[in-house]
Protein backbone atom coordinates (compact mmCIF):
# COMPACT_ATOMS: atom_id res chain seq x y z
CA UNK A 1 0.00 0.00 0.00
CA UNK A 2 1.47 3.07 -0.79
CA UNK A 3 1.94 6.19 1.63
CA UNK A 4 -0.50 8.93 2.07
CA UNK A 5 0.05 12.04 -0.34
CA UNK A 6 2.05 14.92 1.51
CA UNK A 7 1.46 18.68 0.87
CA UNK A 8 5.54 18.13 0.38
CA UNK A 9 5.06 15.71 -2.45
CA UNK A 10 2.28 17.79 -4.59
CA UNK A 11 4.72 21.05 -3.80
CA UNK A 12 7.93 19.96 -5.14
CA UNK A 13 6.32 18.58 -7.91
CA UNK A 14 4.24 21.60 -8.97
CA UNK A 15 6.75 23.70 -8.09
CA UNK A 16 8.90 22.73 -11.22
CA UNK A 17 6.22 24.85 -12.93
CA UNK A 18 7.46 27.65 -10.85
CA UNK A 19 11.11 26.97 -11.82
CA UNK A 20 10.39 27.50 -15.21
CA UNK A 21 8.67 30.48 -15.00
CA UNK A 22 11.54 32.50 -13.47
CA UNK A 23 14.06 30.76 -16.28
CA UNK A 24 15.49 28.15 -13.96
CA UNK A 25 16.73 24.65 -14.54
CA UNK A 26 13.71 22.17 -12.99
CA UNK A 27 14.24 21.37 -9.73
CA UNK A 28 15.38 25.19 -8.50
CA UNK A 29 12.80 25.22 -5.74
CA UNK A 30 13.73 22.21 -3.99
CA UNK A 31 17.01 22.45 -4.27
CA UNK A 32 16.82 26.09 -2.66
CA UNK A 33 14.53 24.04 0.41
CA UNK A 34 17.45 21.57 0.71
CA UNK A 35 20.17 24.41 1.34
CA UNK A 36 17.57 26.33 3.21
CA UNK A 37 16.80 23.29 5.65
CA UNK A 38 20.24 22.76 6.19
CA UNK A 39 20.69 26.26 7.48
CA UNK A 40 17.56 26.26 9.86
CA UNK A 41 18.98 22.98 11.40
CA UNK A 42 22.97 24.83 11.43
CA UNK A 43 20.45 27.56 13.25
CA UNK A 44 18.53 24.77 15.31
CA UNK A 45 15.06 26.20 14.42
CA UNK A 46 12.17 24.63 15.91
CA UNK A 47 10.68 21.96 13.63
CA UNK A 48 7.70 24.06 13.39
CA UNK A 49 10.54 26.94 11.92
CA UNK A 50 11.43 24.12 9.77
CA UNK A 51 8.38 22.76 8.42
CA UNK A 52 7.37 26.30 7.48
CA UNK A 53 10.28 27.17 5.61
CA UNK A 54 9.86 23.94 3.71
CA UNK A 55 7.02 24.72 2.95
CA UNK A 56 7.88 28.89 1.57
CA UNK A 57 11.31 27.62 -0.36
CA UNK A 58 8.82 24.82 -2.49
CA UNK A 59 6.06 28.18 -2.72
CA UNK A 60 8.66 30.99 -2.79
CA UNK A 61 8.01 31.88 -6.74
CA UNK A 62 3.77 31.11 -6.58
CA UNK A 63 4.07 35.19 -7.51
CA UNK A 64 6.10 34.62 -10.73
CA UNK A 65 3.57 34.49 -13.44
CA UNK A 66 1.72 38.07 -11.99
CA UNK A 67 4.73 40.23 -13.04
CA UNK A 68 5.52 37.93 -16.27
CA UNK A 69 3.63 40.20 -18.54
CA UNK A 70 5.44 43.39 -17.10
CA UNK A 71 8.46 41.82 -17.54
CA UNK A 72 8.25 41.39 -21.11
CA UNK A 73 6.94 45.04 -21.68
CA UNK A 74 9.35 46.36 -20.05
CA UNK A 75 12.05 44.55 -21.60
CA UNK A 76 10.47 43.90 -24.93
CA UNK A 77 11.91 40.82 -24.71
CA UNK A 78 11.77 36.94 -23.47
CA UNK A 79 10.86 37.28 -20.12
CA UNK A 80 12.15 33.71 -19.08
CA UNK A 81 15.52 34.86 -20.18
CA UNK A 82 15.40 38.11 -18.37
CA UNK A 83 14.26 36.40 -15.35
CA UNK A 84 16.97 33.87 -15.67
CA UNK A 85 19.87 36.29 -16.07
CA UNK A 86 18.79 39.14 -13.42
CA UNK A 87 19.09 36.31 -10.73
CA UNK A 88 22.80 36.30 -11.44
CA UNK A 89 23.70 40.07 -10.80
CA UNK A 90 23.33 42.59 -8.14
CA UNK A 91 19.98 44.36 -9.52
CA UNK A 92 20.43 46.44 -6.16
CA UNK A 93 22.92 48.11 -7.77
CA UNK A 94 22.25 51.05 -9.51
CA UNK A 95 24.94 50.75 -12.47
CA UNK A 96 25.05 47.35 -12.59
CA UNK A 97 20.68 47.29 -13.08
CA UNK A 98 21.14 50.09 -15.60
CA UNK A 99 24.05 47.48 -17.46
CA UNK A 100 21.71 44.94 -17.50
CA UNK A 101 18.78 46.40 -18.23
CA UNK A 102 20.92 47.89 -21.77
CA UNK A 103 22.08 44.56 -22.50
CA UNK A 104 18.57 42.72 -22.28
CA UNK A 105 16.02 45.07 -23.50
CA UNK A 106 15.09 44.75 -27.22
CA UNK A 107 17.64 42.92 -28.65
CA UNK A 108 19.18 43.73 -31.52
CA UNK A 109 17.62 47.73 -31.06
CA UNK A 110 20.43 50.21 -30.65
CA UNK A 111 20.68 52.33 -27.57
CA UNK A 112 18.89 55.34 -29.03
CA UNK A 113 16.02 52.75 -28.91
CA UNK A 114 16.27 51.01 -26.05
CA UNK A 115 16.32 54.29 -24.32
CA UNK A 116 13.23 55.84 -26.02
CA UNK A 117 11.27 52.21 -24.97
CA UNK A 118 12.54 52.24 -21.60
CA UNK A 119 11.02 55.60 -21.03
CA UNK A 120 7.73 55.04 -22.61
CA UNK A 121 7.55 52.01 -20.85
CA UNK A 122 8.34 53.54 -17.42
CA UNK A 123 7.49 56.78 -17.91
CA UNK A 124 11.09 57.60 -16.12
CA UNK A 125 10.47 55.65 -13.12
CA UNK A 126 13.25 54.14 -11.51
CA UNK A 127 10.95 52.25 -9.51
CA UNK A 128 10.37 49.34 -12.01
CA UNK A 129 12.20 46.79 -10.11
CA UNK A 130 9.99 47.77 -6.88
CA UNK A 131 7.08 47.55 -9.26
CA UNK A 132 7.77 44.23 -10.40
CA UNK A 133 8.58 42.53 -7.07
CA UNK A 134 5.53 43.71 -5.51
CA UNK A 135 3.70 41.86 -8.11
CA UNK A 136 5.08 38.72 -7.58
CA UNK A 137 5.91 38.78 -3.77
CA UNK A 138 2.30 40.39 -2.80
CA UNK A 139 0.74 37.71 -5.32
CA UNK A 140 3.01 34.85 -3.88
CA UNK A 141 2.42 35.26 -0.25
CA UNK A 142 -1.79 35.67 -1.24
CA UNK A 143 -1.37 31.64 -3.03
CA UNK A 144 0.38 30.84 0.14
CA UNK A 145 -2.78 32.31 2.42
CA UNK A 146 -4.98 30.85 0.26
CA UNK A 147 -3.33 27.05 0.47
CA UNK A 148 -3.86 27.64 3.94
CA UNK A 149 -0.23 27.98 5.38
CA UNK A 150 0.53 29.61 8.16
CA UNK A 151 1.28 34.05 8.10
CA UNK A 152 5.25 33.00 9.06
CA UNK A 153 5.37 30.96 5.44
CA UNK A 154 3.12 33.98 3.60
CA UNK A 155 5.86 36.48 5.17
CA UNK A 156 8.83 34.71 3.95
CA UNK A 157 7.48 34.66 0.70
CA UNK A 158 6.41 38.18 0.60
CA UNK A 159 10.04 39.26 2.36
CA UNK A 160 11.99 37.25 -0.17
CA UNK A 161 13.88 40.19 -1.77
CA UNK A 162 14.49 42.33 1.11
CA UNK A 163 18.29 42.78 1.81
CA UNK A 164 20.22 43.08 4.99
CA UNK A 165 21.31 46.70 4.05
CA UNK A 166 17.69 47.78 3.37
CA UNK A 167 18.27 48.42 -0.36
CA UNK A 168 16.23 45.43 -1.28
CA UNK A 169 13.02 45.35 -2.79
CA UNK A 170 9.93 46.21 -2.45
CA UNK A 171 9.08 47.40 0.86
CA UNK A 172 13.33 48.51 1.97
CA UNK A 173 13.06 46.42 5.16
CA UNK A 174 16.25 46.63 6.50
CA UNK A 175 18.25 44.08 9.07
CA UNK A 176 16.21 42.27 11.28
CA UNK A 177 13.11 43.84 10.34
CA UNK A 178 12.99 41.49 7.61
CA UNK A 179 11.93 38.30 8.87
CA UNK A 180 14.70 35.27 9.61
CA UNK A 181 12.72 32.97 7.30
CA UNK A 182 12.61 35.51 4.30
CA UNK A 183 16.37 35.93 5.24
CA UNK A 184 16.69 32.12 4.96
CA UNK A 185 15.37 32.19 1.43
CA UNK A 186 16.87 35.05 0.27
CA UNK A 187 20.31 33.59 0.88
CA UNK A 188 19.46 30.30 -0.18
CA UNK A 189 18.03 31.18 -3.41
CA UNK A 190 20.87 33.37 -4.68
CA UNK A 191 23.14 30.59 -3.63
CA UNK A 192 21.79 27.56 -5.23
CA UNK A 193 21.14 30.01 -8.55
CA UNK A 194 24.95 30.92 -8.67
CA UNK A 195 26.12 27.17 -7.29
CA UNK A 196 23.72 25.85 -10.71
CA UNK A 197 24.99 28.04 -12.88
CA UNK A 198 28.91 28.52 -11.92
CA UNK A 199 29.58 25.52 -9.29
CA UNK A 200 29.80 25.87 -5.39
CA UNK A 201 32.60 27.72 -5.20
CA UNK A 202 31.48 30.83 -7.33
CA UNK A 203 28.38 30.62 -4.49
CA UNK A 204 30.60 30.91 -1.64
CA UNK A 205 32.51 33.90 -3.43
CA UNK A 206 29.14 35.73 -4.05
CA UNK A 207 27.96 35.23 -0.30
CA UNK A 208 31.34 36.66 0.95
CA UNK A 209 30.87 39.57 -1.88
CA UNK A 210 26.89 40.72 -0.56
CA UNK A 211 27.47 39.93 3.11
CA UNK A 212 26.14 42.62 4.87
CA UNK A 213 24.82 44.33 1.92
CA UNK A 214 21.98 41.27 0.75
CA UNK A 215 22.80 39.27 3.02
CA UNK A 216 22.36 38.53 7.26
CA UNK A 217 26.12 37.99 7.79
CA UNK A 218 25.01 35.13 10.21
CA UNK A 219 23.06 33.54 8.26
CA UNK A 220 26.39 33.38 5.87
CA UNK A 221 28.69 32.65 8.85
CA UNK A 222 26.42 29.53 8.87
CA UNK A 223 26.28 28.57 5.17
CA UNK A 224 30.09 28.36 4.80
CA UNK A 225 30.02 26.01 7.85
CA UNK A 226 28.78 23.45 5.66
CA UNK A 227 31.37 24.97 2.57
CA UNK A 228 33.70 21.46 2.72
CA UNK A 229 30.87 19.27 3.39
CA UNK A 230 31.77 17.07 -0.14
CA UNK A 231 28.72 14.84 0.16
CA UNK A 232 25.83 17.33 0.78
CA UNK A 233 27.52 19.32 -2.11
CA UNK A 234 27.71 15.96 -4.08
CA UNK A 235 23.84 15.24 -3.12
CA UNK A 236 23.13 18.90 -4.76
CA UNK A 237 24.66 18.53 -7.74
CA UNK A 238 23.18 15.26 -8.41
CA UNK A 239 19.64 16.94 -7.65
CA UNK A 240 20.62 19.27 -10.28
CA UNK A 241 21.74 16.67 -13.03
CA UNK A 242 18.61 14.45 -12.06
CA UNK A 243 15.23 16.48 -11.03
CA UNK A 244 13.03 13.60 -10.68
CA UNK A 245 14.98 12.06 -8.17
CA UNK A 246 13.07 12.02 -4.89
CA UNK A 247 14.39 14.84 -2.45
CA UNK A 248 16.59 14.42 0.28
CA UNK A 249 14.82 15.68 3.01
CA UNK A 250 12.59 14.55 5.75
CA UNK A 251 8.84 15.56 4.71
CA UNK A 252 7.99 18.19 7.47
CA UNK A 253 4.35 18.22 6.14
CA UNK A 254 1.10 16.55 6.57
CA UNK A 255 -0.97 14.00 4.67
CA UNK A 256 -2.62 15.94 2.14
CA UNK A 257 -6.46 15.60 2.47
CA UNK A 258 -9.07 16.03 -1.06
CA UNK A 259 -9.94 19.24 0.06
CA UNK A 260 -6.38 20.41 0.40
CA UNK A 261 -5.15 19.01 -2.83
CA UNK A 262 -8.21 20.47 -4.38
CA UNK A 263 -7.26 23.92 -2.74
CA UNK A 264 -3.44 23.99 -4.32
CA UNK A 265 -4.97 22.98 -7.67
CA UNK A 266 -7.33 26.16 -7.57
CA UNK A 267 -4.18 27.82 -6.54
CA UNK A 268 -1.91 26.85 -9.11
CA UNK A 269 -4.84 27.20 -11.75
CA UNK A 270 -4.25 31.09 -10.10
CA UNK A 271 -0.92 31.41 -10.98
CA UNK A 272 -1.45 30.00 -14.81
CA UNK A 273 -3.82 32.58 -15.05
CA UNK A 274 -2.31 35.62 -13.78
CA UNK A 275 0.68 34.77 -16.71
CA UNK A 276 -1.17 36.20 -19.70
CA UNK A 277 -3.37 39.10 -19.93
CA UNK A 278 -5.13 36.70 -22.37
CA UNK A 279 -5.72 34.19 -19.70
CA UNK A 280 -7.49 35.72 -16.83
CA UNK A 281 -9.63 32.55 -14.87
CA UNK A 282 -9.22 30.69 -18.28
CA UNK A 283 -8.71 27.51 -15.94
CA UNK A 284 -10.85 28.39 -13.50
CA UNK A 285 -13.88 28.95 -16.29
CA UNK A 286 -12.61 25.72 -18.13
CA UNK A 287 -12.87 23.68 -14.56
CA UNK A 288 -16.65 24.89 -14.46
CA UNK A 289 -17.39 24.12 -18.21
CA UNK A 290 -16.21 20.63 -17.61
CA UNK A 291 -17.40 20.50 -14.64
CA UNK A 292 -21.00 21.32 -15.84
CA UNK A 293 -20.49 19.28 -18.73
CA UNK A 294 -19.53 16.31 -16.62
CA UNK A 295 -22.75 16.31 -14.24
CA UNK A 296 -24.93 16.71 -17.32
CA UNK A 297 -23.42 13.33 -18.47
CA UNK A 298 -24.32 12.01 -14.97
CA UNK A 299 -20.81 11.50 -13.52
CA UNK A 300 -20.35 10.24 -9.94
CA UNK A 301 -18.53 12.78 -7.20
CA UNK A 302 -15.54 11.43 -7.60
CA UNK A 303 -15.17 11.37 -11.34
CA UNK A 304 -16.69 14.86 -11.38
CA UNK A 305 -13.93 15.90 -8.91
CA UNK A 306 -11.56 14.69 -11.15
CA UNK A 307 -12.27 16.56 -14.24
CA UNK A 308 -12.54 19.27 -12.49
CA UNK A 309 -8.68 19.53 -11.21
CA UNK A 310 -7.57 18.07 -14.68
CA UNK A 311 -9.48 21.62 -15.43
CA UNK A 312 -8.13 23.74 -12.57
CA UNK A 313 -4.14 22.81 -14.52
CA UNK A 314 -4.60 21.97 -17.77
CA UNK A 315 -2.72 24.82 -18.60
CA UNK A 316 0.13 24.66 -16.45
CA UNK A 317 2.67 24.14 -18.60
CA UNK A 318 2.11 27.18 -20.69
CA UNK A 319 4.08 28.94 -17.56
CA UNK A 320 6.60 27.44 -19.72
CA UNK A 321 6.41 29.55 -22.66
CA UNK A 322 7.89 32.89 -22.76
CA UNK A 323 5.03 36.20 -22.80
CA UNK A 324 7.22 37.28 -25.67
CA UNK A 325 5.26 34.79 -27.93
CA UNK A 326 2.06 34.73 -25.71
CA UNK A 327 1.18 38.51 -25.57
CA UNK A 328 2.23 38.75 -29.67
CA UNK A 329 -0.63 40.69 -31.54
CA UNK A 330 0.30 39.42 -35.06
CA UNK A 331 0.59 35.63 -36.38
CA UNK A 332 3.21 33.15 -34.56
CA UNK A 333 6.08 31.83 -36.76
CA UNK A 334 6.57 28.51 -36.69
CA UNK A 335 9.25 28.79 -34.47
CA UNK A 336 7.07 30.24 -32.02
CA UNK A 337 4.43 27.62 -32.69
CA UNK A 338 6.49 25.11 -32.02
CA UNK A 339 6.51 26.55 -28.34
CA UNK A 340 3.59 26.51 -27.97
CA UNK A 341 2.50 23.28 -28.91
CA UNK A 342 4.85 22.22 -26.11
CA UNK A 343 2.84 23.38 -23.69
CA UNK A 344 0.24 20.58 -23.23
CA UNK A 345 3.81 18.33 -23.08
CA UNK A 346 5.19 20.14 -20.33
CA UNK A 347 1.81 20.01 -18.52
CA UNK A 348 1.74 16.33 -18.77
CA UNK A 349 5.42 16.24 -17.44
CA UNK A 350 4.76 18.76 -14.37
CA UNK A 351 1.90 16.57 -13.62
CA UNK A 352 2.76 13.10 -13.37
CA UNK A 353 5.49 14.07 -11.08
CA UNK A 354 2.98 13.75 -8.65
CA UNK A 355 2.83 9.66 -7.47
CA UNK A 356 -1.30 10.09 -7.39
CA UNK A 357 -1.40 12.27 -11.07
CA UNK A 358 -0.71 10.26 -13.56
CA UNK A 359 -4.35 9.93 -15.02
CA UNK A 360 -4.54 13.39 -13.98
CA UNK A 361 -1.53 14.10 -16.40
CA UNK A 362 -2.38 12.08 -18.87
CA UNK A 363 -6.52 13.87 -19.61
CA UNK A 364 -4.56 17.64 -18.78
CA UNK A 365 -2.13 17.02 -21.52
CA UNK A 366 -4.58 15.96 -23.96
CA UNK A 367 -6.93 19.16 -23.97
CA UNK A 368 -5.54 19.89 -27.50
CA UNK A 369 -6.02 16.46 -29.25
CA UNK A 370 -8.35 16.48 -31.62
CA UNK A 371 -11.06 13.49 -33.04
CA UNK A 372 -9.24 13.64 -36.39
CA UNK A 373 -5.63 13.41 -34.86
CA UNK A 374 -4.53 16.59 -35.86
CA UNK A 375 -4.25 18.10 -32.71
CA UNK A 376 -0.92 18.27 -30.33
CA UNK A 377 0.91 17.18 -28.71
CA UNK A 378 0.75 13.51 -28.76
CA UNK A 379 -1.88 13.75 -32.25
CA UNK A 380 -4.31 10.48 -30.13
CA UNK A 381 -7.22 9.68 -32.52
CA UNK A 382 -10.93 9.35 -31.98
CA UNK A 383 -10.22 5.62 -30.55
CA UNK A 384 -7.66 7.15 -27.61
CA UNK A 385 -9.32 10.28 -26.93
CA UNK A 386 -11.31 9.39 -23.68
CA UNK A 387 -14.28 11.32 -22.32
CA UNK A 388 -12.22 13.02 -19.88
CA UNK A 389 -10.46 14.02 -22.55
CA UNK A 390 -13.15 14.72 -24.76
CA UNK A 391 -14.61 16.89 -21.95
CA UNK A 392 -11.75 18.68 -21.57
CA UNK A 393 -11.20 19.87 -25.09
CA UNK A 394 -14.69 20.91 -25.71
CA UNK A 395 -14.44 22.95 -22.87
CA UNK A 396 -11.26 24.75 -23.04
CA UNK A 397 -11.96 25.53 -27.37
CA UNK A 398 -15.70 26.68 -25.56
CA UNK A 399 -13.84 29.02 -23.22
CA UNK A 400 -11.44 30.03 -25.94
CA UNK A 401 -14.49 31.36 -28.46
CA UNK A 402 -16.62 32.71 -25.89
CA UNK A 403 -14.66 34.22 -23.11
CA UNK A 404 -13.88 38.43 -23.98
CA UNK A 405 -10.28 38.98 -24.46
CA UNK A 406 -8.49 42.28 -24.13
Known sequence: MQPPLTFAEILSALSHALDITEGQPRGHAVRTAYLALRVGQELRLSETDLRDLYKASLLKDAGCSSNAVRVYKVFAADDLLTKRDVKLVNWSNPLESLRFALEHMMPGANIFQKIVHALRETRGSVGVMDEVTLARCTQGAMIARYIGFSEQVAQAIEYLDEHWDGKGSPYKL???QIPLLARI???????????????????????????????????VRVACSFQNDRAFWALHA???????????????TRQALPSDIDRVCEAFAMIVDAKSSFTAEHSRRVARYAVQLAEA???????????????????????GVSNAILEKPGKLTDEEFVAIRAHPR????????????????????????????RGYWQGRTAEQLTPEMRILAVADVFDALSAERP
Open 238 to 252: EMLHNPDMQPPMPDF
Open 346 to 373: YTYEILRRVRSFAWLAEVAGAHHERLDG
Open 174 to 176: KGE
Open 185 to 219: LCLCQTMEVFAATFGADAAYEMLHKRTRRWFDPEL
Open 297 to 319: LGWDAERVNFIYRAGLLHDIGKL
